[in-house]
């Protein structure tokens, strides 16, 4: 559920975070940012 210092990581057909935040896939906007960014 908590994922305080999460990251993006490279694999072969895309990217991947190293955690699941569950909470802040939804509400925060600074994640949402971060994925419309990728």
């Not at 993006?8 to 569950?22: A, S, T």
């Not at 802040?24 to 994640?31: A, R």
């Amino acid at each position: 559920k908590e994922c305080n210092n999460w990251k993006f990581y490279d694999i072969p057909n895309g990217k991947m975070l190293n955690c699941y935040p569950e909470q802040k896939i939804w509400k925060d906007k600074e994640f949402l940012k971060a994925l419309k960014e990728l």
